[in-house]
T-cell receptor, first 114, second 112 residues
Framework: AQSVTQPDIHITVSEGASLELRCNYS??????LFWYVQSPGQGLQLLLK??????LVQGIKGFEAEFKRSQSSFNLRKPSVHWSDAAEYFC????????????FGQGTTLQVKP | DAGVTQSPTHLIKTRGQHVTLRCSPI?????VSWYQQVLGQGPQFIFQ???????GRGNFPDRFSARQFPNYSSELNVNALLLGDSALYLC???????????FGPGTRLTVL
């Protein structure tokens, strides 16, 4: 069955340090890939997406992600974390352009130390 | 432009009751999807509607139903509520059936 795995349930980094959140998917073909962020009590905000082309994609708030087909991964990175980045991060895949069905990972909670 | 709006923000119901949640998509968006997010988990897909027709359904019982209106707004209905239905219900809209979806703030449903 198709699935999305975020191996790290909780990550703590110091403010100003670099960040990498991992995401692996299980699917035969290359799906559409997304990273969303959710602040407490809020809905989901799209950080970035990958459909095709350049495997390094830039998003909002200084985030980027790299698609690696050989590893079925789509890891999210940020060079320098800010305290306001503390939130829950979800990786998601869409297996078809027309299903509207996003499959989400279980999320990674990011805590930022001052 | 307004984003996706959902109502109500919070809702408390008791077991066995029925609930209706509402969603208004971004202007111009014709597709609406519904997700259930249980505390501590990622959202799970419930339904997708496009041009007022159901285009996708997740692994949810028949107690869950939805519809989309001519103005592309949508309702999610849940009958015979169970304690396990307590969750944040998220609505997302997109221009067409898939691709980039924009989420609303959600409706927090508590079933007692």
């Amino acid at each position: 069955a198709q699935s999305v795995t975020q191996p790290d349930i909780h990550i703590t980094v110091s403010e100003g340090a670099s960040l990498e959140l991992r995401c692996n998917y299980s699917y035969g073909a290359t799906p559409y890939l997304f990273w969303y962020v959710q602040s407490p009590g809020q809905g989901l905000q799209l950080l970035l997406k990958y459909f095709s082309g350049d495997t390094l994609v830039q998003g909002i708030k200084g985030f980027e992600a790299e698609f690696k087909r050989s590893q079925s991964s789509f890891n999210l990175r940020k060079p320098s974390v800010h305290w306001s980045d503390a939130a829950e991060y979800f990786c998601a895949v869409d297996l078809s352009s027309n299903t509207g069905k996003l499959i989400f990972g279980q999320g990674t909670t990011l805590q930022v130390k001052p | 432009d307004a984003g996706v709006t959902q109502s109500p923000t919070h809702l408390i119901k008791t077991r066995g009751q029925h609930v209706t949640l509402r969603c208004s998509p971004i202007s111009g968006h014709k597709s609406v999807s519904w997700y259930q997010q249980v505390l501590g988990q990622g959202p799970q897909f419930i339904f997708q509607y496009y041009e007022k027709e159901e285009r996708g359904r997740g692994n949810f019982p028949d107690r869950f139903s939805a519809r989309q209106f001519p103005n592309y707004s949508s309702e999610l209905n849940v009958n015979a509520l169970l304690l396990g239905d307590s969750a944040l219900y998220l609505c997302a809209s997109s221009l067409i059936g898939g691709n980039e979806q924009f989420f609303g703030p959600g409706t927090r449903l508590t079933v007692l």
